[in-house]
């Protein structure tokens, strides 16, 4: 007879699977959804609900999510599961899979907090699978309300949060506090100072006004580059090259900004979303060669997408980037130590 497989493990498999694949989101959230339903459920109360047909009266489990957990709990990798793995991605050539080997951890992700799609623990689990050793979380700040930015309160609540799952798990990995701040207008940022100063990695990006004259976008970068705080310059154009919100790069003076990154030891992010690809190569190019430091994230907002990081290595490995300049090869202490 056949072993039966991990049933939840399948739904969360499937869902990683799709969200690294960029589908939507309720797509996503049905087997999200199932795989938390029947996380508690004992194995035999789920085996005879699926030999009687009714694993449909749990709340959370539809039609597709039920047919899944009734092939696993047969021993069948469900299909589902097997076409999706077959559609995988082709391999990354030597340089850039050089370049993924060496990342550690992620500095720029998303939770259910801001505008993520999966709560905090369920990104550290999905993080740690993926060898890991590190992640730091990153919601938005407040002014961001499409995004459901975090007030200063909300902010100091997830940091217990953190503190409390970090003393739940060994020593082998480690959630790190950040946020992504919106660099206002005047180049402030839209958080508190001192809350700012409490955290282990601060990544400062513009989300409006991306339209500024050049002029002063420059001006409204640079004064953000120049605060203390600030550890890792976001998708620095703002650009969209995919999807239905495509958008041209923010004009700005990129030998200023880079060369004050430079100066004052910002990273440059290498964002890995699909729909950014931030910056352009030639952007890239001219930020390795300015000197900088960079990170390669991920800016995930679910779990499946914290498996981007080949996105952002790709375009770093054909630019010339080596991995000591990235700072997400670094191990944390030495990126604790780095960060300002």
């Known amino acids: 007879m056949t072993e039966p497989r991990d049933a939840v493990a399948d739904l969360r498999r499937i869902a990683f699977l799709l969200e690294r694949a960029h589908e939507s989101t309720h797509r996503v959230r049905a087997f999200r959804t199932a795989a938390a339903a029947l996380r508690r459920r004992d194995p035999d109360e789920l085996a005879a609900l699926a030999r ?12 597709v999510t039920a047919r899944c957990v009734a ?17 995988e991605g082709s391999p990354l050539d030597e340089a850039a899979e050089e370049l993924h080997n060496a990342i550690l951890g992620d ?10 799609g999966s709560p905090l623990r369920e990104m550290v689990e999905t993080a740690r699978e993926l060898g890991h050793r590190y992640l730091v979380i990153t919601d938005h700040s407040p002014r961001l309300t499409v995004a459901n930015g975090l007030s200063a309160a909300r902010l100091r609540a997830q940091l217990e949060q953190i503190a409390e799952l970090n003393a739940e798990l060994d020593g082998g990995f480690r959630v790190l506090t950040g946020i992504e ?22 990544v400062a990006s513009v989300h409006s006004k991306l339209r500024m004259p050049r002029a002063e976008m420059t001006e409204r970068m640079l004064t953000a580059v120049a605060n203390p705080h600030v ?4 998708h620095c154009t703002g650009r969209m090259v995919t999807g239905k919100r495509k958008r041209p790069e ?13 100066e004052y030891g910002v990273a440059v992010e290498v964002n890995s979303r699909p729909e950014r690809l931030d910056p352009p190569k030639r952007l890239l190019r001219l930020a390795v060669e300015a000197g900088c430091v960079f990170t390669i994230d991920t800016d995930a907002h679910a779990p499946g997408q914290l498996d981007w990081l080949g996105n952002g290595c790709v375009r770093a490995a054909a630019c ?8 997400n090869t670094w191990p944390v202490q030495e990126l604790l130590t780095r960060a300002r």
């Open 181 to 202: 701040v919106d660099i206002n207008e005047d180049g402030s940022l839209d958080q508190d100072e001192e809350l700012l100063a409490e955290l282990d990695v601060v």
């Open 107 to 116: 500095c720029h992700t998303h939770t259910d907090a801001s505008d993520g």
């Open 231 to 234: 550890d890792v310059l976001g």
């Open 52 to 63: 009687s047909g009714e694993l449909l009266r749990l709340k959370g489990v539809g039609e």
């Open 320 to 327: 010339g980037l080596p991995p000591e300049r990235v700072l």
């Open 250 to 262: 923010s004009q700005f003076d990129a030998d200023a900004v880079f060369a004050a990154c430079a």
């Open 71 to 87: 092939e696993s709990l047969a021993g069948e990798e469900p299909v589902y599961l097997r076409r999706l793995e077959a559609t």
